[in-house]
């Protein structure tokens, strides 16, 4: 195992060089929060299942600051945010995969004054994107900035996108075509917004449509704002011959037309806030959860105008349901890890619970499939991995010094692992 340094230019040059060729050639790529799809399932030929800080472990590098952002990778480059405690500095990293060397570590915006971040968040907590020879790193409405992979350029930044995120950002940028797409449900505002990803202008800014002036069930004019804020990921998926885009803001999920920013259908959970996780798509149908406070998993069927939360839910189930951690699918069944430790299979046709056994720890982390087995990241350092099937069974339990806050990545047959103070290579 090594421990890593910052590196001149000239090596930023020479993995650039590989990284152009490797993208020319083919690649290990995972550029995005939760992976190439989107669902967080790895298509490595193998990935290792037994570890420790003594064993299994190529490269450890720490990481300063403090940011839960999840690792996106490209041929032999990491990318990874973070931030100093108080948030006044915000940074992108560049990590070479090979060696754990790195290559890139640039403070992108300095904020005088940053908004309050909850202890449990931090100040980058949103994962980067990577789109060829560009990479998106986004810090919320403090800053968005795209840079080019070879050069290191900063080639156009965003700071005026106003939002008051509460408790911090937390939701990824997806791209559609030529796109940026992000999510922005604070306090004052929640909206949609794309970008052109060449030119970081805006091209559609949509504002969600539920009115949450009128929920409060003792006729108070508004709540507090965790009832609008949000912190998901938005997805794109394919019903039919048509794209559609699936966003989860605080009281509900909205299908809108991506190009356009145009709203088509929603449903109105109204049960939970502050809704965390990505959507899962399982052929024609939506799985989600609908946030913390009381959250449920619900199952809905795509299709319909305006509001169709009336016809268009299939099932809820609201036992052990994810606050934070979003969903695996196989073969019909959902796993899940709730915040508290309690792992859940649902059958997907009935929504009804196959097991649910507790693995202990906390969780934020989302989970990772690969083949036939489910990796659990828990705050603790530990990692537990579970057959993916219909009878509970844990394979084997790992351990590292930090816990997680951020999301797995797969670079070849490696597990790219993040915890609160470094980034690990095991293989």
């Known amino acids: 195992m090594t421990t890593v340094t910052w590196l001149p230019h000239s090596v930023r040059f020479a993995s650039a060089l590989f990284a152009t060729m490797a993208y020319l050639w083919g690649e290990a790529s ?16 193998k990935l290792p299942d037994s570890w420790s800080e003594e064993r299994g472990v190529v490269w450890k590098t720490r990481i300063h600051g403090r940011g839960w952002s999840s690792p996106v990778i490209q041929g032999n480059q990491i990318w990874l945010t973070t931030a100093t405690e108080d948030g006044k500095a915000l940074s992108g990293l560049c990590v070479e995969a090979d060696s754990g060397k790195i290559l890139y570590d640039q403070v992108l915006f300095r ?28 810090f919320g409405s403090e800053g968005t900035a795209c840079l080019d992979r070879d050069s290191d350029q900063v080639l156009w930044q965003r700071t005026d996108i106003e939002c008051n995120h509460f408790r911090g950002a937390g939701s990824s940028p997806i791209l559609h075509g030529g796109l940026l797409i992000m999510n922005f449900d604070g306090s004052d505002h929640q909206f949609v917004l794309a ?20 929920l409060d069930a003792n006729g108070r004019p508004d709540r507090d704002g965790d009832w609008r804020k949000g912190f998901s990921t938005p997805h794109i998926a394919r019903f039919g011959d048509r794209p559609l885009l699936l966003s989860i803001g605080s009281m509900g999920l909205y299908g809108y037309e991506p190009s356009t920013g145009q709203e088509i259908w929603r449903v109105e959970s109204r049960v939970g806030h ?18 913390f406070s009381k959250g449920e998993l619900w199952c809905v069927k795509p299709g319909g105008k305006g509001n169709v939360s009336g016809s268009h839910v299939l099932w809820k189930l609201k036992r052990s349901v994810s606050n934070k951690p979003s969903l695996i699918l196989r ?40 083949r036939d087995k489910i990796y659990f990241f828990s705050e603790e350092g530990k990692t537990s991995i579970v057959e993916a099937s219909k009878e509970f069974k844990i394979l084997s339990v790992n351990h590292l010094d930090d816990g997680f806050m951020a999301s797995p990545a797969v670079s070849d047959n490696a597990l790219i692992l993040r915890t609160k103070s470094a980034l690990y290579r095991i293989e």
Not at 31 to 45: C, D, L, M, T, W
Not at 118 to 127: Q, T
Not at 205 to 213: A, M, V
Not at 358 to 363: A, D, E, F, P, S
Request: charged fraction near 20%; glycine fraction near 10%; aromatic fraction near 10%.
């Open 30 to 45: 995972w550029p995005q929060f939760r992976g190439p799809s989107g669902q967080g399932v790895s298509a490595a030929e």
């Open 111 to 138: 904020v005088d004054e940053p908004q309050y971040a909850h202890k449990f968040n931090s100040y980058a907590s949103p994962s980067p994107l990577i789109d060829g020879k560009r990479v998106y790193l986004t």
């Open 195 to 214: 970008l052109d990803k060449l030119t970081g202008k805006t091209v559609w800014r949509t504002k969600r449509s539920i009115d949450f002036q009128d």
């Open 274 to 291: 502050s809704a965390s996780t990505r959507p899962t798509i399982a052929d024609d149908r939506i799985v989600y959860c609908t946030g």
């Open 331 to 370: 073969e019909g069944l959902i796993f899940m890890i709730h915040d508290g430790g309690v792992a859940s299979c649902v059958d997907l046709e009935t929504g009804k619970p196959v097991w649910q056994e507790r693995v202990g720890g906390n969780y934020s982390a989302s989970p990772l499939l690969h």
